[in-house]
C-alpha cells in the first residue's frame, strides 16, 4: 500500500481538485494525508480556526489519516495583497525554499510515495495555488518523492457544471446567467493529450459531497462560489457523481 500526500493551497481545494481520487484511495487501502498551505482566513488569526476545523472535518468524510497546516495565511485572490497577520505570513510572500522545507519534512516523515498538488496555472490563476505549485515541486526534490501529480481541469468538467447551473439558476443559490462566462474563461483548461491519470471516483462520490459540505462557511456564507457549492451539496448525489465523480492528473 502507498502513501499519498495531497498538498494544496486551502481548506476545500482538497475536495474541488481531488476528492474522489483521495476517498478512493483511502478506500482501496492506501495511506492518505492532507497538507494545507494556508489556514485559509484573510484576516487575523481566529481564536477558533474555523476553516482548519472544516478541514479536518472534510478529512475524516474522505477517511484521510492526517491533517497538516504548514502555517501560512490566505493571500487572496484580487489585486490588492493584504498585509501579513502578526503571526504569520502570506503564502504568496513566503519564500518558496522556505515552504518547500516545511512540506519536504511532512514528505519525509510520511515516506511519501505520491505527492498531489495544483497544477502549474493554479486551474484559474490564484495565485496562491500557483505557489503551492511552486512549493509541491521543490519539496519533491528535496524529500526524493518520485511521483508529483498536478490536479487537471479539462474543459467537459467545468461545461457540464456551468450549464447546471444554467437550469438550476436562481438568485442567491447558484452563479448568475453572466458569471457563468466569466467563471468558464477565468479556467486553464488542461489538453486531453497531456493528461496521464484518469480517476473514476464516481463510487465515492457520496464521501466527496459530504467532504465538500463539511466546508459549512464556504457553502453556506456569502462568498462568490456559495452559491455554487450550495446547489452542489444540495443535488442528487447519482448526478453530483456524473458532474464530479471523474478527476484528471498529469504526472509532472
Known amino acids: 500500500m502507498a502513501t499519498l500526500v495531497a498538498f494544496f493551497a486551502h481548506p476545500d481545494d482538497e475536495v474541488l481538485h481531488a ?8 478506500a482501496e487501502g492506501h495511506r492518505v494525508v492532507l497538507v494545507t498551505a494556508t489556514d485559509g482566513e484573510l ?13 479536518r472535518a472534510a478529512a475524516r468524510e474522505l477517511r484521510a489519516s492526517r491533517v497538516v497546516h504548514l502555517g501560512y495565511a ?70 526524493g518523492v518520485r511521483r508529483v501529480l498536478a490536479a487537471a481541469v479539462v474543459r ?6 456551468l450549464r447546471l447551473t444554467a437550469l438550476l439558476w436562481r438568485p442567491g443559490v ?5 458569471e457563468r462566462r466569466t467563471a468558464l474563461l477565468r479556467v486553464a ?8 491519470h484518469a480517476i473514476d471516483g464516481r ?11 463539511a466546508h459549512g ?3 453556506w456564507g456569502t462568498g462568490r462560489s456559495a452559491g455554487a457549492f450550495r446547489a452542489l451539496v444540495r443535488m442528487p448525489t447519482a448526478l453530483f457523481g456524473r458532474l464530479l465523480g471523474r478527476e484528471w492528473f498529469v504526472e509532472l
Open 19 to 26: 476528492g474522489g481520487t483521495l476517498a478512493r484511495a483511502a
Open 43 to 55: 484576516g487575523p488569526a481566529p481564536e477558533t480556526p474555523l476553516r482548519l476545523d472544516e478541514l
Open 74 to 143: 490566505d493571500s487572496g485572490h484580487g489585486r490588492e495583497l493584504y498585509p501579513d497577520p502578526p503571526d504569520r505570513a502570506r503564502f504568496v510572500r513566503a519564500p518558496v525554499e522556505e515552504a518547500a522545507a516545511r512540506l519536504a519534512a511532512v514528505l519525509r516523515d510520511e515516506h511519501t510515495d505520491v505527492l498531489v498538488t495544483h497544477d502549474a496555472d493554479g486551474a484559474y490563476g490564484h495565485r496562491d495555488h500557483v505557489r503551492a505549485h511552486e512549493v509541491a515541486v521543490r519539496a519533491a526534490e528535496l524529500a
Open 156 to 161: 467537459t468538467a467545468p461545461i457540464r457544471l
Open 174 to 178: 447558484v452563479l448568475r446567467p453572466d
Open 189 to 196: 483548461f488542461t489538453p486531453r493529450a497531456r493528461v496521464t
Open 203 to 213: 463510487r465515492y462520490a457520496a464521501r466527496k459531497q459530504a467532504a465538500l459540505a
Open 217 to 219: 462557511s464556504q457553502v
